[in-house]
């Protein structure tokens, strides 16, 4: 909760905004404290509103040569409308990432890559190519250089702080990865919040499943009644929970150990 109301401070962060700076600036300065090596990754994206620099931001915890490797993703930016702050859409899985780089860190877990992506909101509307500007360019990137055959799984995060957790039942997901953090939820007693409600959401994992990286999606996408809260006004800070972040963190850090009980 105190990483996302650091980063709704800035208001509106939409891609090639300064706000958006600001906050990858935050970002990046607070994980250059940590044990990891991270890695800003600039690019000029086309758009229907023309070229917009962009930036992602990849935190690798261990060795480089780990493998396979576990990335845990989600995206920073926000739409571009002057009354949003993106408290939940946006901010939230910035910030769960922070906590969960800093956990890593007094943990010593190696082969954990953390990936902040810009531009997954369409800076227009969301057909076409307008939208995944990040992920699809890290998964691009990462296809050609080998690293992708090495991800032995994504979990990507989004929207996850909503008060009332419902984490959807991704269908575009992995079906293995997705029954395996689904097994952990329930093991931890949150089957309240994994439930089995199917629902597909086209989001930055899609752009890993079609370079052939086992992917998640991990989002409540019912964000108040009738989910009349995303993409408006209403997506401030008081409709979070800290104990939907600790509820995902929780699940997250256990399925890491499962994956990896000898550290």
Known sequence: MEWTGRFVELGNRPAGSAQLRRQAQMIVENLDRLSCSVEVDRFVAATPNGAKPMRNIVARFGAESHSPIIVISGHYDTIAAPEFVGANDGGSSAALLMVLAERLDRAGREGVWLAFFDGEEAIVEWSGGDHTYGSRRLA?????????SRIGALINVDMIGDRDLDILYEGNS??????????????????????????????????????????????????GPLNSYWHTSQDSLDKLSKRSFAIVLHVLEAFLQRRNPAQ
């Open 140 to 148: 691009q990137r990462w296809a050609a250089d080998g690293t992708a």
């Open 174 to 223: 992995d079906a293995a990865l997705r029954r395996e953090v689904w097994d952990v939820a329930s093991d931890l007693g949150y089957a309240a919040a994994f439930r089995t409600n199917l629902g597909y959401v086209q989001d930055d994992h899609i752009s890993f499943l079609e370079v052939g990286v086992p992917s998640l999606n991990l989002i409540d996408f019912n964000y």
